[in-house]
Every structure is written in C-alpha cells, then in structure tokens.
C-alpha cells in the first residue's frame, strides 16, 4: 500500500509527537495514507490509540527492529 | 495560510492536540483579529490570554496611564509601568509574551466620532468591552449593531459580574436588555465602588474565551443570556433575554441610526 505523504516523528516527544500527526492529516484528505515512522515506548503506545479516537484507521504497523516502528494511518477510515 | 513552524507546533501544541481547535483551528487564531477597548480590569486579562492564544492581531484602546491603583487588578501593568500609557505599557507585556502578536494601540477615548475608525482601522473580527461606564458602553453596543460586529460586553462591581455576546442578527443586544442609561444617581459613585481584583480576572477571561470560540466557530456563544457572576456566594446565574422586538438600536425599525455620545462623569479609579 502506498503512502500519500510520509511523516518522521522520531526526533519529538509527547505531545509534539501527536500534534506532528495530526497537522500532517489535516493536510491530507479522507480516504488517503499518512505513513509515520515513530520511536518505540511511549509514542507506539498512545499514538495509534489518540488516532483511532479521532477516527482515523490504523492499517499497519511495522516494527523495524531498531527501537522504530512504522505506522500507515488512513485519514477518517474509522469515522 | 503559512504552515506552521516548528516553534508554533510546540507553542500551541495543548490548542492543536484539542478536535475542536487543530492545526486549522489555531491558524484561524493567528489570523484573528480583536479590538479590546479598555485595558483595565477586564481588558488586561482578556489581552493576555488572547495574546498568549496567539490571536495574530490584537488592538488596544485606552487613553490612560498607568496609576499605582491600577495594579491590584490590571495585570498586565506591572509596577514599574506606573506613569506610562497603558496601551504601551500593555503592548511591552504582549510583545513578552508572544512575538506571534501584532499590536496595534489607539490612545484616545471612544467616541462617536472616532470608534468607526477605530473599529475599521484592521476591520476587527470581534470586539471586547472592557470599559468602566455606560456612556463607553452604550456607544461600543450601537457601533458594533451599525457595523455588524460580533462582540462581548462585560461589567464588573464589588463583587458581582455579567457578561453578554452580541452576534449581529442572530442575538438581543445590550439595549434590548438595557434600553437607556441609567440615571446618573443610579450609578455608584468612585468611592462606593470598589471591585475585588479576581472579578475582572474571572469575567475578562469569560470574554476572551467567546472571542476564541467566535474565530474558532465552536461551541455555544453567550448569545441570548445574561450571565450574572456573585462571588460572594459563588453564583453563576446564565439569565435568557429575548430579541426586544421595539429595541432603539437593532430591532427592524431602529430609532438609533447614528452613534450619540452620552455624558456622565466616569470613574477615575478606571475599570
């Protein structure tokens, strides 16, 4: 699945982290992907939660094996 | 609209973060504009909150300088503004605050000859009373029906405060409540009235948040109540007011088409 914009979080923390996302998929428009490369721990925990509570779907995530993860959000696939 | 920086995303990260406001929301606030006339009790605060918001354009009015009376309850004064202007002495503080912030200052009174201009001079999105008398009042009502602009009134004494929004066209006015002054015995005298310092913190922040709600176009306003606040007892009363069908100032066939300018002794210890 191919991404329509990709954001790297890596380099913030909460709730930088978070507001990163969700400016990114306000750019983006219902329907399209946002990939997120973010750092395990906190972000991975509460970061695919508070999407899905704005409704946004988590289509997957990879754990790349160096402490980061990556994250495909679709925008409003839960709304 | 510019995207915003990394410092904004930071600086406004706990307005971003909330669904009503995001990243759109908070360049809505950027690119506000509010008038706040009187930056005494109830302006002070209402300017700081709005500046550390990030409103892009903020105007103050006041012709007044800083007196050591001021500071009990005019917080963004600070001591060693005594003696200068206020709309200085208040754009120094902002400019601390929030380099995001534009101030424009106006050092003059209201009045029925120049508050169009003033109104117009950065055509306000909204405007705040944060005046100390009716003639201020009466006059900031009917220039803000006339140029259809939103905005809140508010009065603070003792300690007792309301607070009102007006939207053009869609809610009762301060005359539709209050149609004339009232009589000049009525009103307390300088030395009758005094104000415990929070009130003006309480109602001025109640005023900066309709401003915000109004640029965000979120929430309910205080459109259509009278909210009444008495500290002593800890009351908030959020009292309904209809449209006054015959109002003088924004009823079909208003009897007030051009800005009078009321006389009564205003108080020197300022709002």
Redesign the interface.
């Given at each position: 699945m191919k991404a329509d914009d990709f954001l790297d979080i890596t380099d913030v923390v909460c709730?930088?982290t978070?507001?990163?996302i969700?400016?990114a998929l306000?750019e983006l428009n219902d329907g399209q992907i946002l990939e997120v490369h973010l750092n395990a721990g906190e972000p991975i925990q509460n970061v695919p939660r508070s999407l899905k509570d704005?409704g946004h779907k988590i289509l997957s995530v990879e754990d790349l094996g160096d402490g980061t993860f990556t994250l495909l959000v679709l925008k409003g696939g839960l709304s | 609209m510019d995207n915003l920086t990394n410092e904004q995303l930071e600086r406004y990260s706990r307005h971003i973060i909330l669904e009503q406001v995001g990243g759109i929301g908070q360049k809505k606030i950027l690119d506000a504009k509010v008038l706040i006339i009187g930056t005494g009790g109830l302006g002070a605060p209402a300017a700081m909150y709005l500046a550390a918001a990030g409103v892009g354009h903020i105007g103050l009015v006041d012709y007044d300088t800083v007196d050591l009376s001021n500071l009990q309850r005019q917080i963004i004064h600070q001591t060693k503004d005594i003696g200068k202007a206020k709309i200085e002495s208040g754009r120094e503080t902002i400019n601390e605050m929030n380099p995001d912030v534009q101030v424009h200052t106006y050092s003059e009174q209201v009045t029925a000859s120049n508050i169009r201009d003033i109104i117009n001079d950065q055509n306000y999105d909204f405007i705040i009373d944060g005046t100390d008398n009716f003639p201020a009042k009466f006059l900031i009502n009917d220039a803000c029906v006339l140029l259809k602009k939103a905005y809140s009134h508010a009065g603070i004494i003792r300690f007792q405060g309301q607070t009102m929004t007006y939207v053009p066209d869609k809610s009762p006015c301060y005359r539709c409540v209050f149609p004339t002054m009232p009589p000049k015995d009525a009103v307390p005298t300088c030395r009758q009235a005094g104000v415990l310092g929070v009130m003006g913190g309480v109602i001025g922040t109640i005023q900066a948040t309709e401003a915000l709600k109004y640029v965000l176009g979120v929430g309910e306003l205080l459109t259509g109540y009278l909210l009444t606040y008495d500290a002593l007892t800890m009351t908030f009363r959020k009292i309904k007011i209809p449209r006054n069908k015959k109002c003088a100032v924004c009823s079909k066939n208003p009897t007030i088409t051009e800005l009078i300018d009321y006389e009564q002794p205003t108080c020197s210890f300022g709002a």
């Open positions: 709730p930088i978070f507001v990163k969700k400016v306000e704005e | -």
